[in-house]
């Protein structure tokens, strides 16, 4: 018995302190970037280097009058990934035509996280929309109550765009 006890704080601290060493060294950047793309993550292979790939999504962004909320290469990466996070977009703002309708106000707001990492001769983008569906998004992001916006939710409509026009952006 005694032994067992022994083994359950030994296992708690292999399982907490790499949680609590990946969070302090997140360097301010958000638990959202932090933990990488999810499986539900848009993913698409690009012919360009990670920071051009990144780059161009930022320019789309800003096009829309978007702000990007953050835009990290990897401290010291030698395999050049970089990521990037939008502010909250508002939906109608950017992209007027979608249908809305009749949609709590807390889920026009979306929020992108980008990833971009090197892949044989190019780049593997990974985007991932996020939105608030129990209240009105707020900075510094609750990502508890954060999820992956659905595809057949209507704000989808902007992500397929700014998909288009960041591709229009890369072929140039």
């Known amino acids: 018995m005694q032994d067992r006890l022994c083994r359950i704080p030994m296992l708690t601290m292999l399982v907490v302190a790499p949680l609590i060493i990946g969070a302090c060294s997140s360097g301010g950047q958000s638990s959202g970037i932090a933990q990488g793309p999810s499986d539900q993550a848009l993913e698409a292979r690009v012919a360009a280097p990670p920071d051009t790939v990144i780059q161009r999504a930022w320019e789309t962004l800003r096009a829309d009058g978007v702000t990007p909320r953050s835009f990290q290469r990897s401290t010291g990466d030698s395999a050049n990934v970089a990521s990037m996070e939008s502010e909250w977009i508002y939906i109608p703002n950017v992209y007027p035509t979608a249908p809305l309708g009749s949609l709590p106000e807390s889920e026009k707001y979306v929020k992108m996280l980008f990833w971009a990492q090197p892949f044989r001769g190019g780049t593997v983008l990974y985007i991932e929309p996020l939105y608030d ?20 939710h209507p704000a989808w409509q902007y992500v397929q765009y700014t998909g288009e026009q960041l591709a229009r952006r890369l072929e140039q």
């Not at 569906?133 to 057949?152: D, G, I, K, Q």
């Open 133 to 152: 569906p129990t209240t009105m998004p707020t900075e510094p992001t609750n990502w508890a109550r954060v999820r992956t916006l659905p595809a057949a």
